[in-house]
Every structure is written in C-alpha cells, then in structure tokens.
C-alpha cells in the first residue's frame, strides 16, 4: 500500500536501508577523446547511423556525453552502435551496464558487466561496477567475490569494507560482516557507513543494545540529516515535567513499528507529541502515549526535547527479549462499517488479503516485491476469495490485465491507513511482501504471512519463521535470490489446507 507522505517536520528523512552503499556512478573516459558537436545529442528516435561521425572517436565522445547529461535514451543507441563495431572496448561495456543498473534494469545491467570483466577482469573500476549490478540483479556471490577484489585493489578504502559487509548481510552472514566492520572500524573509526553496516548486523543478531547504539551513525552520513530544531535530541534525560517532541522516519512500516515505545516513553514522566504524517492520523488517534499530534512550527518549538523514532528503543533500553508488545491502533466507525459493506458478500468465503508491491521510490523495491499475477496461482483454490490491499501506480495495471476480476480490489479507494485496517480486520488471512500492510496487520493481531526475499530487513532475524515484534506473523523465506514461484507453490498447498480446514 502506497498513500503520498506529508511531515510536519522541516527535515524528511528518507529511507535507506539496504541503500547507502550504492555509490552514485560516474561514467569511465575512454581514452582520449575530441571535442565534440553537442547538437548530436538531440538525437530522433531512429537509431543512429556509424556513418554520421567522422571516427569511432567521434561515435565515443557522444555516446560519453549523451550518457554524462542525462540523455539515456540517446546514449543506449549510441552504446549499441559503438558496441557493435568495437565489441572489445570493457569500459563502455561497463558504462552501458551501469548505465541500466540506473534504470533498474538489473538483469541487462549484469549481463553488460560481464562482458566488462571477461574483457579486463583486473580493473578496479569496472570490478566495483560489476559487484554493484550484481548485487541488485541477485547474483549475491558473485557480487561478494567482486567485493572480495575491491577490497584487495584499495585495501585502505573504507568504503571496500563497507560494501563487503553490506554482500554479507545479503547471505545472511551477519557474525562475519560484524567481525570485517569492527575490524575496519580499527582503522577508519570515524567513517559513519562502517557504523551503519556494523548497526545491521548487530540488529541482525539479536543484539539490540549495541545495535541501536551504533545505528546513531546515520546521521554522520551524506544521505540524511536530522531534522532542524532549536532544541536539544533526547539522550536519556529524566523527562519529569518536560515536552518531548517524537519524529516519524523511514518508511509507514517504521513509524507503525516503533508506535510501540509511545507508552513506555511516556511513563517516564513526560508529555509526548508527535508530528504525525496524515496518512497515519485517524490509526493513531487513541495512541497510548500520546498526548497531543504536533501540528505547527510553536508547538514544536514549545518542546524540551525532540527524538526520531527510531532511537526510542536505545534510550528505552530494549533488549531481544524485552520488545514491547504491538501498539493498540484505532479503526473509527465510518471506516469499520465500510469495510463491512465491501467484504460482506464474500463472508460464507475464505477471505485473503494480499500485497504485492511496496512504495517503488524504495530502492531495494525490486527485490522485495513481485507481480500481482503470482497470485492468479491461487485463484483455482475452491472457497478462497482473495483481496487486493495494494494502493498506488501499479493498480493501473492490476486492473489493466483484468486481474481485478478475479481478485477484489479493497484498497485503490481507502482514504488512509485506518481505512486499511478496517478491511484487515475482515480478513482471514493477509498475505504480503514486507511493507507497512505487514506492520499494520501485526499491529492488529490478524494472522499475517509475510514474504520476504533473500536479504530481508533486520527485524526478521535471528528467528527463521518468526518475530518476538509481531506475535501473528509468520515470515515466509525465499530461499533462492528472485526465485518467488518456489514460494508461490509453497503457498498453495499451505492455503488450500487453510480454506479446506475453514469450511469443514
């Protein structure tokens, strides 16, 4: 489910799990080149002919600087006329790979990186081009190699460390990624991605304490900052008689997650408010521990302190075995009765809900999602009903294909997130790749599958099958890297045993 973000804060932090590391790409000169006529650039959308340039000198110079301003669709044309007549150039092979790593095209962006290495396999540049294709195409240990060679080109790169441990985490290797970041940490103890990487593979592992400690690092990076207020963070300071201000971060999932450390929060003695985003508002209404929602730049400024989410369960000394239950969410009457009027003709049936895509700005979207068509394999199951709980761009296509006909779309009207948890609570079962459907449906208790792919999120380790975060989830693994149709046959058997078990 995807509804618009709206903060209240001056600063909106963005979300960067699983992101960080992928360094932006700047395009290999080759060689030498001649200046160039930039009008070629303005190109028609027939492909280019090798006969308008002078030389293959000429052909590479406007393909670079096509690529370099941003005219993709002009340099993919050039890339491929240039290719085909000098197949053996690897830095223009590496270009044009990362050229659609760029567009998400993860899969022509691997196989472009390997003709790159088979051609100069000993180059640093295209070496780190490969290992970053790699990764996002899935080829997890192949990427890992690569990282494995960087490392030994520039082995006083904090960065090489960095992403080694990043390829790590990614297999699920957390106690060696920690070992190679403390490591590292010896010898650039002030290089903030280091202390990130080292913050998910503690989380990882259980150990929240020095895991939320060193996830502080975040904000010492170059791809967030903290909100502006002219009042001090919260450390832990006794809050008796004090304002303390909680800001949303990342992602709807994170906010629902940590809504949890509201009430603790607030039994130390302080009034608590907290610059909701609307999308959330109605579902937080009756928050316990919160006393007021902030609204305006006094109220903010009215407070003692201020703390982003995602610090609360530091200073609330959370441990493994200490996590707070899920926090209550409020569902109003209007939003109760409207699902019921949606679901009712489905009532004598096993109701399903599913979720197939998160928010598509995330980065790593790709890997955790899938198409809404994996679910049609479950549309021959006898007495499911199954229910689309997916709001944004990609319903165009869900109704489109004519999917809609066979799966109830619930969701593409829903005003907000309680509207969301209304038809939730309808439901029999939610079935759906990570996102903040997940939290809201572990949230309220309703039994909840969530599937999740090859490196998933921290939250969802040590356990195999489960989280002491949401007691009714059930984490469904894949087990090969971008492999969803094992699972989708996992599913079937699982849920046709489900439906045959409701009707008797």
Not at 406 to 416: F, N
Request: charged share 20%; aromatic share 10%.
């Amino acid at each position: 489910m995807c509804h618009n973000a709206l903060s209240v804060v001056s600063a909106e932090t963005i979300s960067f799990i699983l992101g960080r590391l992928l360094a932006p790409f700047h395009p290999i000169p080759w060689r030498c080149y001649t200046p160039f006529n930039e009008n070629i650039v303005n190109m028609s959308p027939a492909a280019p002919n090798i006969q308008n340039f002078k030389s293959l000198n000429d052909l590479a110079n406007a393909a670079l600087a096509a690529h370099q301003k941003g005219n993709l669709d002009d340099a993919i044309k050039l890339y491929r006329v240039y290719l085909s007549r000098n197949p053996s150039d690897a830095m223009f092979w590496s270009n044009l790979g990362a050229l659609f790593r760029s567009r998400k095209n993860y899969d022509l962006a691997a196989a472009c990186q390997h003709r790159a290495l088979h051609l100069k396999p000993d180059s640093a540049s295209i070496v780190n081009n490969a290992a970053n294709a790699f990764y996002d195409a899935g080829l997890s240990e192949e990427a890992l190699r690569l990282r494995r060679k960087a490392l030994k080109f520039e082995p006083g790169k904090a960065e090489n460390y960095a992403t080694l441990a990043k390829c790590l985490r990614g297999l699920g290797r957390y106690s060696e990624a920690e070992a190679e970041m403390k490591k590292a940490l010896l010898v650039h103890p002030e290089e903030p991605e280091l202390h990130i990487q080292l913050a998910f593979c503690q989380l990882s592992l259980g150990n929240y304490p020095d895991g939320f400690k060193s996830f502080h690092w975040r904000w010492e990076g170059d791809e967030i900052s903290p909100p502006e207020f002219d009042i001090p963070q919260w450390q832990g300071e006794d809050l008796s008689g004090k304002t303390i201000l909680v800001t949303p971060e990342q992602g709807f999932g994170d906010t629902v997650l940590m809504a949890r450390f509201f009430a603790p929060l607030k039994a130390l003695g302080g009034t608590v408010k907290f610059a909701c985003k609307p999308p959330l508002r109605r579902l937080f209404a009756d928050m316990p521990g919160i006393d007021h929602f902030a609204e305006s730049r006094e109220e903010l400024d009215s407070c003692d302190y201020w703390t982003p989410m995602m610090d609360l369960p530091r200073y609330l000394n959370t441990t493994l075995e200490t996590v707070p239950p899920p926090a209550p969410l409020t569902i109003p009457q209007d939003s109760i009765e409207r699902a019921r009027y949606i679901m009712q003709p489905f009532n004598n049936m096993f109701k399903l809900g599913i979720l197939w895509s998160g928010s598509l700005t995330y980065r790593a979207n790709h890997k955790r999602s899938f198409g809404h068509q994996q679910f049609l394999k479950l549309a021959d199951i006898k007495g499911l009903q199954m229910v689309s709980l997916y709001k944004g761009p990609l319903a165009e296509a869900f109704h489109a294909d004519g999917s809609s006909c066979v799966i109830l779309d619930a969701a593409s009207q829903d005003r907000d997130f309680a509207d969301s948890a209304a038809v939730i609570k309808e439901l029999d079962l939610v079935v759906t790749m990570d996102s903040a459907i997940a939290h809201v449906a572990g949230s309220l208790g309703v039994p909840v599958w969530d599937l999740l792919h090859s490196e998933a999120y921290w939250l969802y380790e040590p356990f195999d099958d489960h989280t002491p975060w949401y007691p009714s989830m059930r984490l469904v693994r894949q087990r090969e890297a971008g492999n969803w149709d094992k699972v989708f046959d996992q599913l079937h058997t699982e849920i046709s045993t489900l439906v045959k078990e409701k009707q008797g």
